[in-house]
């Protein structure tokens, strides 16, 4: 698992899905159950992860356990 440990000021969706190991799409499927719904940007609207609510994706990856407290399996991408 390719989990990166370092947290940034704030990331965008598809950056967190990234630090989660997890593609864009079934990252999107998750939010809401499994992962925390994004912040967004005062100005644009846009979808941002701060700090903390990257820690808490992180914390879900690792524990299998999503923020509505059921667990979550994820599957190790395939190497070809």
Do not use: W
């Not at 997890?22 to 990252?27: A, E, M, T």
């Not at 509505?68 to 991408?77: E, N, Q, R």
């Amino acid at each position: 698992m390719s989990v990166l440990n370092e947290t940034k000021a704030v990331v965008s969706v598809a950056e967190m899905a990234r630090m989660c190991g997890l593609s864009r799409s079934r990252f999107y499927q998750l939010i809401g159950t499994a992962f925390p719904k994004p912040e967004r940007q005062p100005d644009t609207g846009r979808p941002i992860y701060t700090e903390e609510l990257q820690q808490v994706c992180l914390e879900v990856r690792r524990r299998n356990c999503g923020v509505d407290g059921k667990p979550v399996l994820f599957y190790a991408k395939q190497h070809s």
